[in-house]
């Protein structure tokens, strides 16, 4: 009997062993949980990286597209002036005639892009939108007055693309 409870008892030592071998211990169930969450954030950071380098392709592609709208909305204009210069036989009012009508397509190619013309004279001087190289006195027109504009301004919704540059009333 003695013989069968030693007998027993090293039959259970031995099942211990073998159920506590059977289950991962403390230290491998977290470090098969820290080897999970390194994975996942080296897939997450490579995820960012394809996205930020896809973000920058699509970017360049549409800088691109923008510029070739751009110049294909100016090529009529382009073309017509090389109808101007290709008639040699036309007369100083016909050049006049066809560079002012160039022009206007021109002025309409802006319209249609959503480009403002602005820096009239009479209009108040705006540091926001208007370069005040000149300062006359003129006693006609109010303080801070354009007076004179010698190179106009252009911008696109709210954002000036090329400030007016003008003269301005003390």
Same mark, same amino acid.
């Given at each position: 009997?003695?013989?069968?409870?030693?007998?027993?008892?090293?039959?259970?030592?031995?099942?211990?062993?073998?159920?506590? #071998?059977?289950?991962p211990?403390?230290?491998?169930?977290? #470090?098969? #949980?820290?080897?999970?969450? =390194?994975?996942?954030?080296?897939?997450?950071?490579?995820?960012?990286?394809n996205? !930020?380098?896809r973000?920058? !392709?699509?970017?360049?592609a549409?800088?691109?597209?923008?510029?070739?709208?751009?110049? =294909?909305a100016?090529?009529?204009?382009?073309?017509?002036?090389? !109808?101007?210069?290709?008639?040699?036989d036309?007369?100083?009012?016909?050049?006049?005639?066809?560079?002012?009508?160039?022009?206007? #397509?021109?002025?309409?190619?802006?319209?249609?892009?959503?480009i403002? *013309?602005?820096g009239?004279?009479?209009?108040?001087?705006?540091p =926001?939108?208007?370069?005040?190289?000149?300062?006359?006195?003129?006693?006609?027109?109010?303080?801070n007055?354009i007076? =004179? *504009?010698?190179?106009?301004?252009?911008?696109?919704?709210?954002?000036?693309? !090329?400030?007016a540059?003008?003269?301005v009333?003390?």
């Amino acid at each position: 009997m003695a013989k069968d409870k030693k007998k027993n008892a090293e039959e259970e030592v031995i099942e211990e062993k073998e159920a506590v #071998q059977a289950e991962p211990s403390k230290e491998e169930e977290l #470090q098969k #949980q820290l080897d999970e969450k =390194n994975d996942q954030l080296l897939r997450t950071l490579a995820e960012y990286d394809n996205f !930020r380098k896809r973000s920058q !392709r699509e970017k360049e592609a549409l800088y691109a597209e923008c510029k070739a709208s751009v110049v =294909n909305a100016l090529l009529p204009v382009a073309d017509n002036f090389d !109808r101007i210069f290709a008639n040699p036989d036309g007369t100083l009012e016909d050049y006049k005639k066809g560079v002012e009508m160039t022009f206007k #397509q021109f002025s309409d190619v802006f319209k249609t892009l959503g480009i403002e *013309v602005f820096g009239e004279v009479g209009e108040e001087f705006d540091p =926001n939108f208007h370069n005040a190289v000149m300062h006359t006195e003129d006693d006609s027109v109010g303080e801070n007055t354009i007076t =004179n *504009v010698l190179v106009k301004g252009y911008k696109l919704g709210d954002k000036v693309i !090329r400030p007016a540059m003008v003269a301005v009333a003390n």
